[in-house]
Structure formats: C-alpha cells, structure tokens
C-alpha cells in the first residue's frame, strides 16, 4: 500500500493519467475533494486525473504514508502555478485497497482554508 503511494505521487507529477488510473480498481471511486461529486470507474478516473494535471501540479509528500488494516493515509501538497504565480494546496489522502491490491476508494480532505497563494 506504501509503494502504490509513492507510485501515485511519482505518476501525478510526471503528468501520466495513466499510471495514476492503473493503481485502481474497476469500480473504484475518487472523492476530491470529500463532499464532490465522485468520479465512478476507470475511465471517469482517468479523465479527472488528466485534468488536474492539465495544470501542471506537482505532487510533494509532507511526511510518512500511515497504513493500518486496508487504508493508506498520507499528507501531501501540491504545488502549481496558476494565474502568474506559484500556488500551494495542503492535502490528505486517503486510499481504501480491495483484496486485489488496488485502490477501491480515494478521497481527498482540502478546503479553501488549505489552498495558499490563491486570491
């Protein structure tokens, strides 16, 4: 679960919807942030990733990844220019696995609050 973190990160920032798509399940969900409307499946999933990184946003770890039964938890930032200037948003993830290994659940927790730079 650690390693497919640090594959999330690695292929967010390298800009590849395709390897962030292909750390989840079939009918895994994606919540971003929690209280959205989710993004059911593959092919919504991939399509939501490839426009966040439409932005060019970078990925940046804040810490070590938390597991504990079937959850990978982890705080993260994300980093962009956007409007002229570099901007910062503070995130925490978390990745619920099925028993395949892959990721059945994404939600990310972020507000206004956690969004820097931004007027």
């Keep these: 679960m650690e390693a497919a973190v640090h594959e999330y990160v690695a292929a967010f920032s ?3 919807a395709d390897r962030v ?3 989840f399940g079939e009918n895994a969900t994606v919540e971003d ?3 959205s409307p989710l993004h059911e499946g593959l092919a919504a999933i991939r399509a939501f990733y490839e426009g966040s990184m439409a932005t060019g946003a970078k990925l940046t770890l ?3 990844v938390r597991v504990v039964a079937d959850y990978a938890v982890f705080a993260f930032s994300v980093h962009l220019q956007w409007e002229g200037g570099a ?3 503070d995130v925490i993830d978390s990745f619920r696995f099925d028993e395949g290994g892959n990721v059945a659940e994404m939600r ?3 507000g206004p609050e956690n969004m820097h730079g931004f007027t």
């Design 21 to 23: 798509a292909a750390l």
């Design 33 to 35: 942030p929690v209280g």
């Design 87 to 89: 901007k910062r948003i």
């Design 62 to 64: 804040e810490g070590p």
């Design 108 to 110: 990310a927790f972020w």
């Design 14 to 16: 390298a800009g590849s």
